[in-house]
Structure formats: C-alpha cells, structure tokens
C-alpha cells in the first residue's frame, strides 16, 4: 500500500487493519472545500458559517438565496462597515435595491450627517416583517455618527393608460 500513513516499521497487524479500514473511511464525504464556501455548503450548515464569518443580521424565515447572499455578502460589508456601500451591500443581499442619499448630496441639502434611504421597488413586495430586519441592517452597518432621516419608496411602473372623453348635445324644443 503505497499511501499508507503508517510508519515503516509497522506490524502486520496494523497493516491489516489499516487495510480493513480503508474502504469504510473511502466513503466518509470529504467536504473540506465545500463547508467553507456559501454556494455549496449544505443549507442546514448556513447559520453555523454566518456566526463564523461573523454575520450580524440573521432571520431563520429568508429563503436559502437570501441566506447565501448573506454570508457571501459578510466580508465586503465588514470590509467597507461604517459606508453606504456597506449598507447597500446588506440590503442589496435582501435583493432589496436601497439607494443612498448623503446629507451633503440632497437637495436641499439636509441636515449634517443625516443620509435617507430611497428604496427602488419593482417587483419585490416589501412585508411588515421585512421592514424591521431593513431597519435592523442599516442601523449595525451605517457608521455610528449618521442618522436615518427616512426611507422612501419608489416604484417604476410599467402599464398602460387610457385617456377617453365623451360628448353629449341635445337641443330642447318646447312648443
């Protein structure tokens, strides 16, 4: 056995184990690559690999996507913590399109070191429940100096109107 672990003075009785063994330890799954990877680790593994990568907002309810974007989303918000791409970033996971607006980039210009949130809706339906985890997210990613002014929404629509008019005349004779 060439790739045997065993040292060369091995006995005959440990060879002979070391073979016995060798097919049951051949159908051990070796998933070294794939736990430390979002995309293809196991999904009941996923909250275990957000605690280690340090993921600070976390809801049991997201769907497997979500919880993927998440994580996989963790080391660029950390990397960027404090910014409004870190805060666009964590959103952006949600895939909820959230724009930024600074304080000194608004028109009028706000009040220092406020910032509002324009969040883009198309066809994503924004629940009750979602509401909270955005705030949740915006408040432990935005630097601690900034305050939320406020958050608006914007949809862009795709239909069609109709503009109709009508006419009545009539004339009446009395005799």
């Known amino acids: 056995m060439s790739e045997s672990l065993l040292p060369p003075n091995a006995t005959p009785l440990e060879s002979a184990m070391e073979m016995a063994a060798a097919d049951q330890l051949a159908t051990i799954p070796q998933l070294g690559?794939?736990?430390?990877?979002?995309?293809?680790?196991?999904?009941?593994?996923?909250?275990?690999?957000?605690?280690?990568?340090?993921?600070?907002?976390?809801?049991?309810?997201?769907?497997?996507?979500?919880?993927?974007?998440?994580?996989?989303?963790?080391?660029?918000?950390?990397?960027?913590?404090?910014?409004?791409?870190?805060?666009?970033?964590?959103?952006?996971?949600?895939?909820?399109?959230?724009?930024?607006?600074?304080?000194?980039?608004?028109?009028?210009?706000?009040?220092?070191?406020?910032?509002?949130?324009?969040?883009?809706?198309?066809?994503?339906?924004?629940a009750n429940t979602d509401w909270a985890n955005v705030m949740n997210i915006i408040n432990t990613t935005k630097n601690a100096r900034s305050v939320l002014s406020s958050i608006d929404m914007a949809a862009n629509l795709n239909c069609e109107t109709v503009h109709a008019g009508a006419t009545c005349f009539g004339m009446t004779i009395s005799v």
């Open 33 to 126: 690559r794939t736990v430390n990877n979002p995309a293809t680790i196991p999904v009941q593994w996923l909250p275990w690999l957000a605690w280690a990568w340090r993921v600070e907002n976390w809801d049991n309810n997201w769907s497997e996507a979500q919880k993927r974007q998440t994580v996989a989303a963790s080391f660029a918000v950390h990397r960027q913590k404090g910014t409004a791409y870190a805060v666009k970033s964590a959103i952006g996971a949600l895939n909820l399109n959230l724009q930024i607006v600074e304080w000194f980039a608004d028109t009028p210009v706000g009040a220092p070191y406020t910032f509002r949130g324009i969040l883009n809706i198309e066809s994503t339906d924004v």
